[in-house]
Nanobody, 123 residues
Framework: QVQLVESGGGLVQAGGSLRLSCAAS????????MGWYRQAPGKQRDLVAG???????NYADSVKGRFTISRDNAKNTVYLQMNSLKPEDTAVYYC?????????????????WGQGTQVTVSS
């Protein structure tokens, strides 16, 4: 199993910045892609940004130019730097990881989620 622990959410005024972090832990695992999703009240969970193991990045159109995703493979950690925040960025942000987990000599693919961190942007 892989555990994802997020940190860095909070309350910020419009135009401000926040940095989210997500650290993966467990035993016998290999992280492939990592990403951030968000879910506002009454809405579906949507991809914000994703980064592959080799560093290929994609962003939702709504955050391009304002958010930056990065990762430290040695620490199994992914970051989301959020600048120029808008009230519409308010949501619970979830860390996501695609990983291989070993059971004996067999590696199984799986999708893992963090517990979520609240980001609130006031106008």
């Amino acid at each position: 199993q892989v555990q994802l622990v997020e940190s860095g959410g909070g309350l910020v005024q419009a135009g401000g910045s926040l940095r989210l972090s997500c650290a993966a832990s467990g035993s016998m695992f290999r992280i492939n892609a990592m990403g951030w999703y968000r879910q506002a009240p009454g809405k579906q969970r949507d991809l914000v940004a994703g980064i592959s193991k080799d560093g290929t990045i994609n962003y939702a159109d709504s955050v391009k130019g304002r958010f930056t995703i990065s990762r430290d493979n040695a620490k199994n950690t992914v970051y989301l730097q959020m600048n120029s925040l808008k009230p519409e960025d308010t949501a619970v942000y979830y860390c996501n990881a695609e990983a291989l987990v070993a059971t004996g000599n067999i590696w199984y693919p799986g999708t893992y989620w963090g517990q979520g961190t609240q980001v609130t942007v006031s106008s």
